[in-house]
């Protein structure tokens, strides 16, 4: 039980920090599994990695909404959608040979772009009919679930047979398999890659608690601390693995694992719906989260065109969409927290 506010802000400090450390473990255990496996990093990415770093978040929320406070379990969702969006134009800060959209080229990536954007207008559309559920369950929650995991099919048939392919530069890095690949035990791979899942699990519920806590301490909006705080916080696995694998080369893993996970993170939505038992969800949605789900869905269209357009280089040796994303996210955080 926490007893104090420093005690709590103290709490979630560490959660933060052990989230980042154990993020950048999992990342070069995920590189292994995308060779060891043969999926590549795109599926690993986007599946593995992805899910395994949103862990943190899912606890946060789910646990958020089962205790009822089901305003910080939306905000820390679509918040960390939003973050980890951001993530990834910071990310591309890190990769100085290129435009890190140009070098990741991948259908995959593009796929799952266009299904994060189609995922995030589902919740939208549900505020319209937030009443309509059954056994307290929205059926935008069944949409979201049932969409996802149509995506996944689609990112899964277009990395076996593509349709049509990027056009390869001397800046294209290609997802190719290590030539060490048939060394790797696979089996302490996939046990090692669960270990840090399940501290990331923890340090998830550490954070959920620490930050109602500090949101009622402190007088804050559930949806302000949700939106910013724990958003940020969970997304730090992103932010740690992402960074981590464009300086590892993994260029296709870095833009998977972030798209890729921002789509896994709309089950947040969908698991906080079956987790609050005091009616749909998706009617506690305010005005300031549509903000954010709408931002995110403009953030995600400027990542598309980057992904599309390819840029080699741009402002300050980095995308355009990059500078755009950035901007989008500073200027919509500062709208959020200032009074109106």
Known sequence: MIQSLPTGIALFIIAAIVIGFVGTKMCKVADR??????????????????????????????????????????????????????????????????????????????????????????????TSTSQVSFAGIHPATLAIIAAYVFGLRLVSQ???KPMWKPRFTEKTQVDEPSENNGNFNLTKLWLEFCFYAVILAFAGYLIAQTGVFIAVQTGLSESLVGGLFTAISTSLPELVVTVAAVRQGALTLAVGGIIGGNCFDLLLLAFSDIAFRSGSIYAVISNNQIFVISLTILMTGILLLGLLQREKYGFANIGFESVLIILLYLGGIGLLISPV
């Open 33 to 126: 599994l995308a060779d060891a496996t043969g999926w590549g990093e795109a599926v690993v990415g986007a599946v593995f990695l992805g899910g395994s770093t949103s862990l943190a978040g899912i606890v946060t929320s789910v646990t958020a909404a089962f205790g009822g406070h089901a305003e910080l379990a939306v905000s820390n969702a679509v918040g960390g959608i939003a973050a980890q969006t951001a993530f990834l134009a910071v990310a591309d800060m890190f990769y100085r040979k290129a435009n890190l959209e140009h070098a990741a080229a991948s259908i995959a990536n593009l796929i799952q772009g266009t299904l994060l954007m189609s995922l995030l207008t589902i919740p939208l559309l549900a």
């Open 158 to 160: 277009a990395e076996k």
